[in-house]
């Protein structure tokens, strides 16, 4: 299996970045690869929260759920296409954090 991770430092707080980063729909201005995507459930981005994702390389849309979620520490999703995502976010030097994002 094809491991893929990428992190960043970045100059704002752990909460600040988890709360772009936990909402998919921000997947838009930071994945070439997706096409679409919408929140498919009412109220706050947690545990349980499901999209309708549609990326340019696969045939159809997918369901994709945060099956994990720990604000501002770290979320996981899952969805039916082979793989899981996940974040989780670490102190870094000078006031920055470090996002850690893997597939």
């Known amino acids: 299996m094809t491991v893929i991770s990428n992190s960043a430092e970045i100059r704002c707080t752990p909460e600040e970045a988890s709360g772009y980063l936990s909402d ?3 997947e838009l201005g930071w994945t070439p690869g997706i096409e679409s995507i919408g929140k498919l459930t009412d109220g706050p981005v947690g545990q349980g929260t499901r999209y309708q ?3 340019k390389s696969a045939p ?3 369901e994709v759920e945060a099956i994990a979620y720990d ?3 770290g ?3 899952h969805n039916r296409r082979p793989g899981r995502g996940h974040h989780h976010d670490r102190p870094a030097a ?3 954090h470090q996002a850690v994002l893997g597939l």
């Open 53 to 55: 994702a549609k990326w």
């Open 24 to 26: 998919h729909r921000s």
């Open 94 to 96: 000078h006031g920055r």
């Open 60 to 62: 159809e849309a997918v």
């Open 75 to 77: 979320w996981s999703v």
């Open 71 to 73: 604000r501002p520490h």
